[in-house]
């Protein structure tokens, strides 16, 4: 922990028609931390960061980020959902790297990563360009501004995601399985620019099965099963000496 609650999460619950996909969730990030989500499939993980991105509703429970409380509003004494303006306004304030990099196939490089920058947030184009090579620089692309996501590799295309994601400036950063898609040679570089980030602070909840890279960079562990937090805890000693069982199964299928 490295400072204020960035993230609040409290007693979420979502349903999908009869199933429980989370049944109460509670997660704290503080400003700077980095939280690494693992779990079987089906646990939750994703949901637990789309609901968080707004991306899913919650039918119970609430979520903060610095204290705002997300989707909804309260008018004239009751709680109400948020207009989708509102919500896309409070969505800007994250950025979430998905498993499939989902770049715009026909923009370059380049124009990826300024776009929202640009039509959304209204900085000045050289700025954003200016920056966004940076951004490339940092994730060692820099020579790929002019190229288009199909003439790069599945790793490089996820550097250009999460270079996309960065230029947003996220207040936290959310990333769902952001190297299973990848070949293994590819895995690598996409966790060297994520320790990067995590390096200079950015608050990231990661949803990974790569357990070397939560024993490494994660200030917190945190195991998911059947929609809830099952265990969470330092890396080191959650994952050397699991509480329980099924985590304890769990981690004997991920080595
Ligand atoms: P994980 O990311 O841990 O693999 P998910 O959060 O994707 O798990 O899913 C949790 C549970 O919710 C699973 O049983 C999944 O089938 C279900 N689920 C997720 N999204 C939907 C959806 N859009 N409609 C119906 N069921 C869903
Ligand atoms: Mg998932």
């Known amino acids: 922990m490295t400072g204020e609650p960035a993230l609040r999460v409290r007693?979420?619950?979502?349903?999908?028609?009869?199933?429980t996909a989370l049944d109460g969730v509670d997660l704290d990030v503080a400003e700077g931390e980095v939280v690494v989500v693992i779990g079987p499939s089906?646990?939750?993980?994703?949901?637990?960061?789309?609901?968080?991105?707004?991306?899913?509703?919650?039918?119970?429970?609430?979520?903060?980020?610095?204290?705002?409380?997300?989707?909804?509003?309260?008018?004239?004494?009751?709680l109400r959902p948020m207009s989708a303006r509102r919500v896309a306004a409070q969505r800007g304030r994250m950025s979430m790297v998905f498993q499939?990099?989902?770049?715009?196939?026909?923009?370059?490089?380049?124009?990826?990563?300024?776009?929202?920058?640009?039509?959304?947030?209204?900085?000045?184009?050289?700025?954003?360009e200016a920056e966004a090579r940076e951004l490339l620089r940092r994730v060692g692309l820099a020579d790929r501004a002019h190229h288009y996501p199909r003439q790069l590799s599945g790793g490089q295309q996820q550097r250009v995601a999460i270079?996309?994601?960065?230029?947003?400036?996220?207040?936290?950063?959310?990333?769902?399985?952001?190297?299973?898609?990848?070949?293994?040679e590819?895995?690598?570089?996409?966790?060297?620019?994520?320790?990067?980030?995590?390096a200079e602070g950015m608050t990231m909840v990661v949803v990974t099965h790569e357990i070397a890279f939560?024993?490494?960079?994660?200030?917190?562990?945190?195991?998911?099963?059947?929609?809830?937090?099952v265990e969470s805890?330092?890396?080191?000693?959650?994952?050397?000496?699991?509480?329980?069982?099924?985590l304890r199964a769990f981690l004997a299928r991920h080595r």
Do not use: W
């Open 11 to 19: 007693g979420i619950r979502k349903n999908f028609a009869d199933h």
């Open 42 to 78: 089906g646990s939750g993980k994703s949901t637990l960061i789309r609901c968080v991105h707004q991306l899913e509703t919650i039918d119970a429970g609430a979520i903060y980020l610095d204290d705002e409380l997300l989707g909804y509003e309260r008018r004239r004494g009751t």
């Open 100 to 128: 499939q990099f989902q770049l715009i196939p026909h923009f370059t490089v380049l124009r990826n990563i300024t776009e929202a920058p640009v039509r959304v947030h209204g900085r000045a184009k050289a700025e954003a």
């Open 163 to 184: 270079a996309r994601a960065v230029a947003a400036r996220p207040r936290v950063m959310l990333f769902d399985e952001p190297t299973s898609a990848l070949d293994p």
């Open 186 to 198: 590819l895995v690598d570089e996409v966790l060297g620019v994520m320790r990067g980030l995590a």
């Open 214 to 229: 939560a024993r490494e960079v994660a200030d917190r562990c945190v195991f998911m099963e059947a929609g809830r937090i």
């Open 233 to 246: 805890g330092p890396p080191d000693a959650m994952l050397t000496s699991p509480r329980t069982a099924r």
